[in-house]
């Protein structure tokens, strides 16, 4: 089914969970989805009850509730529909190694951000007929002027949503720190076992990555989320490319490093 080209009607919704929101939209006649190719968490964010515009396509709304959710909406790797709320279980247990001195998984290449290109402290946050919020992280501006983040006509059932959605924006995104937005994997250059681990990975995966910075020093180490998985194939080769990003995740109990408490990040929403 291509969402993207099905096309609803003017629809009137009622106020439920994302994942009961989807999954409404999903059971429409017009839309027919298959249940045997969706695997739909429950949802944390109670949505309002709003009305769908005439040609909203499917693929756009259901971005928008994942978008609200906090959450992610993709195509897994067996075919599918997948939603995960904002709560999702990230564990660094047993996560795939990738790493350029020989104690795991070899790539041969990285893109590595050190600096300013998430680095957000005010959050303007406003819901379908609700009023914007503002959220600011005072201390961040202080040392790096104000960078303003704006998310709009999300689907939250109140503006107090609104409001604890951009104190975890700012809270989250204030400080400025390594991050490491790609790594690029070789299939070829992989025994049996890395490529067969490589190509089990599946967004949403969390992965541990070591990098050597050039000229020496202390190697960087950091655990990130899989969010784009794409393929080069061609004579002789085989490449795939994982996009990443910061791992999030709700206060962990046990948990390193989900479970610290030092910083000024919230628990959860």
Same mark, same amino acid.
């Given at each position: ?25 999903l059971d429409r006649a017009d839309v027919n989805f298959p249940t045997a190719y969706r695997d ?58 990738? +790493? %350029?001195?020989? !104690?795991?998984?070899?790539? &041969? @290449? ?7 290109? $998430? *680095? =957000? /402290? ?12 503002? +959220? %600011?992280?005072? !201390?961040?501006?202080?040392? &790096? @002027? ?7 006509? $999300? *689907? =939250? /059932?109140?503006?107090?949503?609104s409001d604890n959605f951009a104190e975890y924006l700012v809270s989250r995104y204030g400080t ?13 250059? $992989? ?79």
């Open positions: 089914s291509d969402l993207g080209h099905t096309i609803l009607t003017e629809t009137a919704t009622t106020s439920q969970l994302s994942g009961a929101r989807l999954t409404a939209i739909i968490d429950a949802g944390v964010t109670t949505l309002q009850a709003d009305t769908i515009a005439d040609g909203t396509d499917v693929a756009s709304y259901a971005q928008l509730i994942a978008r609200t959710e906090g959450g992610r909406l993709f195509m897994a790797a067996d075919g599918d529909l997948t939603f995960r709320d904002r709560y999702e279980t990230q564990t660094t247990v047993g996560a795939l190694k990738f +790493a %350029d001195d020989g !104690t795991g998984v070899p790539y &041969y @290449g990285i893109q590595v951000a050190v600096g300013s290109e $998430l *680095l =957000f /402290n005010r959050a303007l946050v406003t819901r379908v007929g609700g009023t914007q919020q503002t +959220a %600011d992280n005072l !201390t961040s501006q202080d040392s &790096y @002027g104000v960078r303003t983040l704006e998310y709009g006509n $999300l *689907l =939250f /059932n109140s503006d107090t949503d400025p720190e390594v991050r490491i937005s790609q790594i690029d994997i070789n299939l070829h250059a $992989l025994d049996a076992t890395q490529a067969g681990n490589v190509i089990g990975t599946e967004l949403g995966d969390v992965i541990q990555i070591v990098y050597s910075p050039p000229g020496g020093g202390t190697a960087i180490d950091r655990y990130a989320v899989v969010d784009r998985i794409s393929h080069e194939i061609g004579p002789q080769m085989h490449n795939i490319v994982f996009g990443l990003s910061k791992t999030a995740q709700a206060f962990t109990l046990d948990s390193d490093p989900f479970g610290e408490l030092d910083g000024d990040y919230p628990l959860g929403y």
